[in-house]
């Protein structure tokens, strides 16, 4: 009934990272609709609707943001405690760090 538990740190490590860098793009995304303007846009509805859509938009992207850095750093804390986990078990079987 024994099974193996797999794990790749460096995949942990990578999502963390790729993570972080998904919630700064999301960040940035108010800039970008702050430099739409009605001229931009070219119709008072839709610059309207457009603008409606952000307003909730920012809402929703900002706790978008927090649960995706959150995961990311799940992931890299993940990462780091598998790696430091190996390091002990390894140590452990061939007797690094013990005093005789």
């Known amino acids: 009934m024994s099974k193996k538990l797999k794990v790749s740190t460096d995949d942990l490590h990578t999502a963390g990272a790729g993570l972080r860098s998904v919630a700064t793009e999301f960040e940035g995304l108010d800039k970008l609709m702050d430099s739409y303007d009605r001229r931009t ?16 938009w920012d809402d929703n ?40």
Request: aromatic share 8%.
């Open 41 to 56: 846009v070219g119709h008072k509805l839709l610059y309207e609707r457009l603008q409606d859509f952000s307003d909730g």
């Open 61 to 100: 992207r900002k706790k978008m943001v927090e649960e995706i850095q959150g995961l990311g750093q799940l992931a890299h804390e993940a990462g780091k405690a598998y790696t430091e986990l190996d390091t002990a078990l390894y140590n452990a079987l061939v007797g690094k760090g013990q005093k005789k």
